[in-house]
């Protein structure tokens, strides 16, 4: 079966009465329908636009080059130098009590294992699991070398935040994050 389609001329007044007269679920459906057709149109028109064009390009090459803002940062540049200085002391506070919980946690996952085991993950790995490990060693594990590699990169985080603490931080601040 084909569909002919057939273009027909109303007078602007004519649809726009007759718009009028469409009950609001049929209202909002013309709505989703223009707004669609219209963002297509709008994308259409940018794509052939060479100025458009090129602070797309332009952009892109920011973004690639590493030279641009997030939002985020644009909104905290817009703030008094110190307000950001006090947003970014606390913030580092905030996040060098969270790592150095996690430090614990992580520390203490691993003593669990080195006891239940009573080795050390580096000589599990090179001795290998034993030929009669069972399902639970096995996930343990798995665990062991996750919690092993969450002190790795914990320490490694502190390490980068406690230097800029050490710099950039007011003492009662730097106090209160190192926990003393």
């Known amino acids: 079966m084909t569909q002919e389609t057939v273009k027909l001329w109303i007078p602007f007044e004519a649809l ?16 989703e ?4 057709q219209m963002a297509q149109a709008e994308e259409e028109v940018w794509e ?7 602070e797309i390009q332009e952009a ?3 973004y690639q080059a590493g030279d641009y803002l997030t939002i985020i940062e644009s909104l905290l540049s817009s703030l008094p130098h110190d307000e950001r200085a006090a947003i970014i002391s606390y913030g580092i506070a905030i996040r060098l009590s969270d790592l150095r919980k996690r430090l614990f946690l992580a520390e203490s996952k691993v003593e669990h294992f080195e006891r239940k085991f009573q080795t050390t993950l580096a000589e599990l790995d090179a001795e290998g699991l034993p030929d009669d490990a069972d399902y639970e060693m096995h996930e343990n594990y798995i665990l062991w070398h996750h919690w092993t590699e969450v002190i790795g990169k914990t320490r490694k985080a502190l390490a980068s935040l406690e230097e800029i603490a050490s710099s950039g931080l007011c003492l009662g601040e730097v106090i209160h994050a190192s926990g003393s």
């Open 48 to 54: 052939r636009d060479q100025a458009v064009q090129a």
């Open 60 to 62: 892109r090459a920011a």
């Open 16 to 31: 726009v009465h007759s718009v009028r007269e469409l009950s609001l679920k049929d209202k909002r459906r013309l709505w």
């Open 33 to 36: 329908l223009l707004d669609e």
